[in-house]
């Protein structure tokens, strides 16, 4: 091995599988979120093969350790360990998994490490896998990938006079500006004080606050995907109706 | 300048999926070069195939009739449904000889990241189907996400028209040995043992 192919090597990188396509005849094309990486594009020869010992191990929402070798944008898969540990996800929480992985997908850079976000994308997962009501679940999840990304929600103070929001006044929302007192103009999103204190404090216990801080992260998480759709709401949608 | 027949024919090749513009050229080649008898008959193989092969209005496999053979025999048990996502699934599932009933083909399967959700799939055909003739529906998709979340929501549907759903089980193969098997599925296996009753 010469010391340029041994520096392009990684080793036993925890990571977990975002997505994957059908690549040639019997390869996949991994989406990959690794935690000392970020997201990267790695091939994984053979793996559709019949007899292929990566089948079992290359799921989505399984803990994994990755090797692999290339310094291009797509890599090569070296091998694959499954780690355990996490229950398979079902039903309405696989649905969520979806949405978590569809986020990571559309608004992680490659090759940008975030630790701190791919620990709370874990133990995000055995929430969903553990709990009945994964709505605060998501959205602890949505406030924290919007922190990593470097669009951190101020919620308890307003943006300029840096007043504490009170939780029995009205507010609104303004994207790229913070929370202001609601003076009547049309502008941002109206939300009680109420709902952005228990924000802060990842309560959403409360229906109301349920709903408005569902609401208001829709409207801030399309304001960051710049026009794209997210189809897992869509599914979530079609389900609900059923 | 108009664009040549070689042109338009490596254009053509290259909706096949995995075909670049280097293999578009490279079979082209081979096509007019090495194989004209080849080529003529892949065209008329082609034409034939695209204006006579359409979806058997019961199973939605393709079929060159209105009703498939499989699903106009008279000796498969119209009492059972098993729904597979492509019809290299229901290959499988006929050759395992396992299973005497009816098939309903998805032709894909609901995978979110890829765009693909319940309108995608047009499984007005699957409810109308199971709304005429009751049966238990037997959910083969496959054990990926993807797979699950097929089932999950085809589950939700159908449980909703009140009709009676299974999945197929998982676990350790046939002849398996706990020594060889991956970790995955062994996981899966001792999660989902079942009781013996003897």
Redesign the interface.
Known sequence: MTAASRQNRQQDELAFILHSHPFRETSLLLDVFSRHHGRLAIVARGARRPRSALRGVLMGFQPVTLSWFGKGEVRTLHSAEWQGGQPYLQGTALMCGFYLNELLVNLLGRDDAHEQLFDYYRATLQRLAHEADHAATLRCFEKHLLQELGYALELEREAGSRQPVLAEARYRYVIEHGVVADDGRMDGFPISGKTLLAMTADDYSDPQVAQQSKQLMRVLINHHLGGRVLHTRELVKDLQKL | MTVSYLDNLMAALRCLP?VGPKSAQRMAYHLLQRDRVGALQLASALQKAASNVQHCSKCNNFSELEVCELCASTRRDEGQLCVVEMPADLLMIEQAQCYRGMYYVLMGR?S????????QLHLERLVKRVQQHPCEVILATNF??EG??TA??LA??LQ?LGVRVSRIARGLPVGGELEQV????L??AV?ERRELTV
């Open positions: 995995g609901l979110p990241l890829d765009g693909i959700g319940a309108k990926t996400v699950d979340a999950h929501y939700t549907l909703s991956d970790s995955g599925t996981a899966q999660l």
